[in-house]
């Protein structure tokens, strides 16, 4: 399975999911532990967790870099015979020992437990299967690794100990801080700024998607069975690759002179992720970095000591830390428009997130709209002062703010209200007018989009729960969609149903 179709996987489950699910979510269990040849139970879930104490094998992995040849095999012999126990030392001995020691650990981790990473995501499988079996006798071993300070495995081990006492597990979700952080870093020429910080309780389901899907292109039937086989392939793929991957938060921020040949859009990603397994795997994809893969069009560089991934020269990739990634796109690119790259603010924002700075607070007039906001209570929120630019565009034109709220529900359904404010009643009217004309359009095209996939229902369901109301300075206008999962993953569907 190639990483460019992995990566693509990847940002389709990032941008729909609505935050809060990790990359392990959408592999059901019983696929995972089939795909590694593994019978479940409980005492084999157990065996998973590789909390067997192990002896220090300090003294024989320092025998890896041993001059004579004979020793290093030797060493290299004791360590196997010691089994998966010593995983763990051997993943650390890979990571800061040197020459031949790094490679024979790398070469031995792998034949006790397959790649790194699939390592990684089989111990964590293990705790979530504990969990779904109520397992008593695992919380013991789980116990032992609360404390661990791998990525998510203390977590994975709260969680499944939880789920076997009965009670409700609490993912961490980012503080108020931290997600200010994300805002305040957007650069001061946004117009318009925005955040989701959704979790879903239930993690969006592939295979409940694919059933809601109607025909394919031209009416013909999807092959359902396939297409779930290849989804389960391509998220294995990525576990094996990168590990797990989660995301609590999108941020977002377009520019005053946004259109189809110029500008920029921002998108701050907050959640955890491995970068080095990103880049090393993109670099086996590309053939080494420079150039890239497509003719130059993908690649892999650096920035003041960043990496960065380029695409089609519309858009790049910053990977800021294993917690923090920023997409900055430009539009046209290798498609049309305007050149790639050009006007991208990713040298600024690097810059600014090293030093702690907080760009979008010199534009003062959209800082203060945002604080208007109560985000403590949005899991959506966005704010938007349109510019002139904006405003030649005639729904915007009456228009000096526009805010926009939404509350996530515990049944996953969500309600919005926009308020727009603007003095010139005449051109408010005007606006609405055209508003109303262009939901009535949309309405019908969308009931007719449904009756061929009724994953659609809740968009036709939020279209007529559309309502808006004016006074003489603003319009408000509410709305409230069901549970949109599967529809959000219609994408991904198309995409994997259509053999990409």
């Given at each position: 399975?190639?990483?460019?179709?992995m990566?693509?996987?990847?940002?389709?489950?990032a941008?729909?999911?609505?935050?809060?699910?990790?990359?392990?979510?959408?592999?059901?269990?019983?696929?995972?532990?089939?795909?590694?040849?593994?019978?479940?139970?409980?005492?084999?879930?157990?065996?998973?967790?590789?909390?067997?104490?192990?002896?220090?094998?300090?003294?024989?992995?320092?025998?890896?870099?041993?001059?004579?040849?004979?020793?290093?095999?030797?060493?290299?012999?004791?360590?196997?015979?010691?089994?998966?126990?010593?995983?763990?030392?051997?993943?650390?001995?890979?990571?800061?020992?040197?020459?031949?020691?790094?490679?024979?650990?790398?070469?031995m981790?792998?034949?006790?437990s397959?790649?790194?990473?699939?390592?990684?995501?089989?111990?964590?499988?293990?705790?979530?299967?504990?969990?779904?079996?109520?397992?008593?006798?695992?919380?013991?071993?789980?116990?032992?690794?609360?404390?661990?300070?791998?990525?998510?495995?203390?977590?994975?081990?709260?969680?499944?100990?939880?789920?076997?006492?009965?009670?409700?597990?609490?993912?961490?979700?980012?503080?108020?801080?931290?997600?200010?952080?994300?805002?305040?870093?957007?650069?001061?020429?946004?117009?318009?700024?925005?955040?989701?910080?959704?979790l879903?309780?239930?993690?969006?389901?592939?295979?409940?998607?694919?059933?809601?899907?109607?025909?394919?292109?031209?009416?013909?039937?999807?092959?359902?069975?396939?297409?779930?086989?290849?989804?389960n392939?391509?998220?294995?793929?990525?576990?094996?690759?990168?590990?797990?991957?989660?995301?609590?938060?999108?941020?977002?921020?377009?520019?005053?002179?946004?259109?189809?040949?110029?500008?920029?859009?921002?998108?701050?990603?907050?959640?955890?992720?491995?970068?080095?397994?990103?880049?090393?795997?993109?670099?086996?994809?590309?053939?080494?970095?420079?150039?890239?893969?497509?003719?130059?069009?993908?690649?892999?560089?650096?920035?003041?000591?960043?990496?960065?991934?380029?695409?089609?020269?519309?858009?790049?990739?910053?990977?800021l830390?294993?917690?923090?990634?920023?997409?900055?796109?430009?539009p046209?690119?290798?498609?049309?428009?305007?050149?790639?790259?050009?006007?991208?603010p990713d040298?600024?924002?690097?810059?600014?997130?090293?030093?702690?700075?907080?760009?979008?607070?010199?534009?003062?007039?959209?800082?203060?709209?945002?604080?208007?906001?109560?985000?403590?209570?949005s899991?959506?929120?966005?704010?938007?002062?349109?510019?002139?630019?904006?405003?030649?565009?005639?729904?915007?034109?009456?228009?000096?703010?526009?805010?926009?709220?939404?509350?996530?529900?515990?049944?996953?359904?969500?309600t919005?209200?926009?308020?727009?404010?603007?003095?010139?009643?005449?051109?408010?009217?005007?606006?609405?007018?055209?508003?109303?004309?262009?939901?009535?359009?949309?309405?019908?095209?969308?009931?007719?989009?449904?009756?061929?996939?009724?994953?659609l229902?809740?968009?036709?369901?939020?279209?007529?729960s559309?309502?808006?109301?004016?006074?003489?300075?603003?319009?408000?206008?509410?709305?409230?969609?069901?549970?949109?999962?599967?529809?959000?993953?219609?994408?991904?569907?198309?995409?994997?149903?259509?053999g990409?």
């Open positions: 399975m190639g990483s460019t179709g990566f693509e996987l990847i940002m389709m489950l941008l729909p999911m609505g935050g809060g699910n990790d990359l392990l979510d959408f592999v059901p269990t019983d696929e995972f532990w089939r795909s590694q040849g593994v019978y479940v139970s409980g005492r084999a879930m157990i065996s998973e967790l590789r909390v067997v104490s192990a002896d220090d094998i300090s003294p024989l992995i320092a025998q890896l870099s041993s001059a004579e040849f004979d020793a290093r095999e030797k060493a290299s012999r004791e360590i196997l015979r010691r089994g998966p126990a010593v995983v763990p030392q051997l993943e650390r001995a890979a990571e800061t020992g040197g020459g031949e020691t790094a490679l024979r650990a790398r070469s981790v792998r034949l006790l397959g790649s790194p990473k699939m390592s990684a995501a089989r111990q964590l499988m293990a705790m979530r299967t504990l969990g779904e079996l109520r397992h008593r006798e695992a919380i013991g071993p789980l116990k032992m690794l609360l404390k661990s300070e791998q990525p998510f495995v203390a977590e994975y081990a709260a969680a499944a100990i939880a789920r076997i006492e009965g009670k409700p597990a609490v993912r961490r979700r980012p503080t108020r801080a931290e997600l200010d952080e994300d805002v305040w870093l957007l650069p001061a020429k946004c117009a318009v700024v925005g955040q989701a910080s959704l879903r309780k239930i993690p969006l389901s592939f295979e409940k998607a694919l059933e809601k899907m109607g025909p394919g292109r031209r009416g013909r039937a999807i092959d359902k069975a396939q297409a779930l086989k290849k989804f392939t391509l998220a294995l793929a990525a576990a094996d690759s990168i590990g797990n991957m989660r995301l609590d938060a999108l941020t977002m921020g377009i520019s005053d002179d946004f259109n189809g040949r110029k500008g920029f859009m921002v998108i701050v990603a907050r959640g955890q992720f491995d970068r080095r397994a990103v880049v090393s795997t993109l670099r086996k994809q590309f053939g080494g970095g420079g150039a890239g893969g497509f003719g130059g069009m993908l690649g892999v560089s650096q920035i003041d000591g960043v990496d960065v991934l380029s695409f089609f020269g519309m858009f790049k990739v910053l990977l830390s294993d917690s923090r990634m920023i997409i900055v796109v430009t046209g690119g290798a498609f049309g428009g305007a050149p790639g790259g050009g006007g991208l040298r600024e924002m690097i810059a600014a997130a090293k030093a702690g700075k907080r760009p979008l607070q010199e534009n003062k007039p959209l800082t203060a709209l945002v604080k208007s906001i109560d985000r403590e209570k899991s959506l929120w966005a704010a938007m002062i349109p510019s002139e630019h904006y405003k030649t565009v005639p729904l915007f034109a009456p228009f000096d703010s526009i805010t926009f709220t939404a509350q996530q529900h515990a049944d996953g359904s969500a919005g209200r926009l308020v727009a404010l603007g003095a010139d009643g005449d051109k408010r009217r005007a606006a609405m007018a055209m508003f109303e004309r262009g939901k009535a359009e949309g309405a019908r095209e969308i009931q007719r989009e449904a009756r061929r996939m009724p994953m229902q809740p968009l036709v369901a939020f279209m007529e559309i309502e808006y109301r004016q006074d003489d300075k603003s319009v408000t206008v509410t709305a409230k969609i069901k549970d949109a999962g599967p529809m959000l993953m219609m994408p991904l569907v198309m995409m994997v149903s259509m990409f």
